[in-house]
């Protein structure tokens, strides 16, 4: 299988991801899955500086819950490990003298303070934003401008040393993204980037592009932000050598906030209320927590499937819902759009009353039993499973299950009193009371006699729904939302409901006179 896709996500554990890494390590998934090839995982966790406790496992265990399973990486293995970069440190070295015996790189020497200068100097001479490069390289501390002697003797004190690229002055650097088409870079633009320091270390750009190479990557589908370290990438291909296996590139649009205006931040989801992590996350620092996805109630489905269409959409169908197995069916880097992707949370919250009114009520029910022991609250199963069937039909979250069914399992204590007031007179009294004595005869208590008993009551006494209905409602559940009132009815079942018509006689007596 020479010749097959290998793919690879590759986070650095900085901090937890946002839905936006979930959705690069969904489309890498999807991408390998179509092409039966290979989804890789490896930590790039090469900057110590940036280091965050957790942030590693945080990131595997939100994949996992979104049904994102890799074939090589942590935890699995495989042929091209260790897949994590502080576990290959060993490796990278020999790639970065490579560069320096080819001449494409060199030893720099230079103080934090020397490059500070240089800055100073530049920025003096009229060059807002000052680089390490082809302009200021030659006025450093180097190997391109000290003696030959200097240089072995500083690597052979073990003096402070960095190994930078040698960006070619004038030179044009393309590549074709399997999103965006050609794009072309100018050398002049760019720096002479670090990519190995004397920490033993190399930098994520010798790193990535070693590793990709390594681990034989077939294409390299990432985030739009990592389109301008591309050329550096491109060129480190060719000086190694490695242009012929040079991965292919597919660079992700950005997913926006709702307006539009920018990049989605974590900031952006507290200002808005909505989660932008796939899961809760405490910052190891600050102590803060930030709601996941998962914690606020999302199906691992319809999470996947919302950002799965931030940035793609299979074209041909009108469809929005997708199971993993179809996304995967369904899935091309051409239908990968180049404009970034807003967010929205009112959809992402349809997704997920979508995803609820297919789930499985007796999945909900279990969920939903454990809110009701919270509550001190106990009922047959069945009784339980069919409210949640109920349910899952008004509701997105099963946190709002207690909310939308109180009254099936408590008497109501208080009634909507603006329809009690507008509604109880003589008249409905009277009629609320034959349909009480009708309804006591009633034995087929089932969703569709109850809703055929009401219509026809309604029809033969010459009323209205409006008559009858609201005031009923009230009366079982004391709130004017809900399910139809022979489906609240039906749930009660037949003693409840007629305690409770009898008790509300009374009760809204009461109310009017009050
Ligand atoms: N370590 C980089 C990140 O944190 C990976 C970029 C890439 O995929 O090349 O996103």
Request: overall charge negative; aromatic content about 12%; hydrophobic content about 40%.
């Amino acid at each position: 299988m020479e010749n097959s896709v290998r793919v690879r996500y590759a986070p650095s554990p900085t901090g937890p991801q946002h839905l936006g890494g979930v959705r690069t390590a969904l489309y890498n998934y999807l991408f390998a899955k179509k092409q039966k090839g290979t989804f890789i995982i490896r930590i790039e966790d090469t900057d110590q500086a940036r280091f965050v406790e957790g942030a590693e496992n945080y990131m595997l265990e939100s994949l996992k819950w979104c049904g994102i399973i890799h074939d090589e990486g942590p935890g699995v293995g495989g042929d091209y490990g260790p897949y994590k970069q502080s576990e290959r440190k060993h490796l990278y070295r020999q790639y970065a003298d490579q560069l320096i015996e080819s001449g494409h790189a060199y030893y720099a020497f230079d103080t934090p303070e020397e490059l500070e200068a240089m800055r100073d100097r530049m920025k003096a001479s009229g060059i807002p934003n000052p680089q390490y490069g082809a302009a200021t390289r030659d006025y450093m501390k180097n190997s391109l401008v000290l003696p030959h002697d200097e240089v072995k003797s500083r690597l052979a004190n073990g003096d402070q040393f960095v190994i930078r690229i040698k960006m070619p002055r004038k030179e044009e650097i393309k590549l074709q993204d399997l999103i965006r088409g050609w794009v072309v870079f100018q050398s002049s633009q760019l720096d002479d980037k670090v990519l190995f320091k004397s920490d033993g270390m190399p930098t994520y750009h010798l790193a990535n592009v070693v590793d990709d190479y390594l681990m034989k990557i077939t294409h390299v589908i990432r985030g739009e932000e990592w389109l301008p370290s591309a050329p550096l990438h491109v060129l480190l291909y060719k000086c190694l050598g490695w242009e012929d296996v040079m991965p292919k590139f597919a660079h992700l649009p950005l997913i926006l906030r709702p307006d539009g205006n920018g990049k989605l931040s974590k900031r952006d989801g507290d200002r808005l209320g909505f989660p932008v992590f796939p899961l809760n996350w405490t910052d190891p620092e600050t102590k803060e927590n930030s709601v996941g996805f998962r914690e606020r109630g999302f199906f691992p489905e319809a999470f996947a499937n919302m950002i799965s269409l931030l940035g793609w959409h299979p074209g041909s169908v009108q469809q929005e819902l997708f199971s993993m197995e179809e996304m995967i069916q369904l899935f091309t880097i051409e239908h990968i759009g180049k404009s970034g992707a807003k967010f929205d949370f009112e959809k992402a919250k349809w997704f997920n009353h979508e995803y609820m009114k297919k789930a499985d009520s007796h999945i909900l029910a279990a969920e939903f039993k454990t809110i009701l022991a919270e509550k001190n609250i106990s009922d047959t199963d069945d009784h339980i499973v069919a409210i949640c069937n109920s349910l899952k039909q008004r509701c997105t979250f099963v946190s709002e299950f207690w909310d939308n069914s109180f009254y099936f399992f408590t008497e109501p204590i208080q009634y909507d009193e603006q329809i009690v007031k507008k509604k109880w007179s003589e008249k409905t009294k009277a009629i609320m009371k034959e349909l009480r004595s009708l309804l006591s005869a009633q034995s087929d208590f089932s969703f569709s006699a109850l809703d055929s008993f009401l219509h026809s009551f309604v029809q033969e006494k010459n009323l209205t729904t409006g008559d009858v209905l609201p005031v009923l409602r009230i009366m079982l559940s004391g709130t004017k939302n809900g399910p139809a009132v022979f489906e609240i009815a039906s749930l009660l079942g037949k003693e409840k409901s007629l305690a409770r018509i009898e008790k509300a006689e009374i009760e809204f007596d009461k109310l009017i006179l009050a």
